[in-house]
């Protein structure tokens, strides 16, 4: 596997798709007002950075990261290919986004994913990169479909 990370390119079919399956996949694990996750319009807000994580040609896995406050940012639209699962492709695109964010000072990163079964792998793979339990961030509210972390930067 030779992975890379690249700036998404938001006129990339392969893109679209492999978001628009990170939608669908969550859909239905809870009701709207309590999904988070953004679309390709969403994304391309000038506060969020947006990568793609490649084995050669093959889209593996997104990123991205969206501004809270000065010094905090939100980890947002991780995903890494169902069928790539397990290989080490979320390790390396969470290592990507601490280094970026490291980079430009930011200090505190947090995220927002699901309290259901299905996220449970996700939570387990944030707690085993640092990613402690936290309160709703930034404009979220208590909910009882979320679940909040954050790992600190700061050394």
Not at 5 to 15: G, L, Q, S, T
Not at 24 to 52: C, G, N
Not at 77 to 83: E, G, K, L
């Amino acid at each position: 596997m030779q992975l890379r990370m690249e700036r998404a390119d938001f006129d990339d079919p392969r893109f679209a798709a492999f978001l628009q399956a990170h939608l669908d996949e969550t859909e239905p694990t809870a009701p709207v007002e309590s999904r988070h996750a953004l679309d390709l319009t969403d994304l391309r807000a000038t506060h969020i950075r947006v990568w793609v994580a490649l084995d050669g040609d093959d889209l593996v896995g997104s990123c991205a990261l969206a501004g809270v406050e000065e010094g905090h940012e939100e980890l947002k639209s991780m995903r890494t290919d169902p069928a790539r699962r397990g290989q080490g492709v979320g390790t390396y695109v969470l290592e990507h986004l601490v280094e970026d964010a490291r980079s430009r000072g930011v200090t505190r990163v947090s995220l927002e994913t699901g309290s259901m079964e299905f996220f449970a792998p996700a939570r387990s793979f944030y707690a085993r990169a640092g990613f402690v339990p936290c309160g709703p961030f930034g404009a979220y509210v208590e909910d009882p479909y979320s679940v909040f972390m954050t790992r600190s930067l700061v050394s």
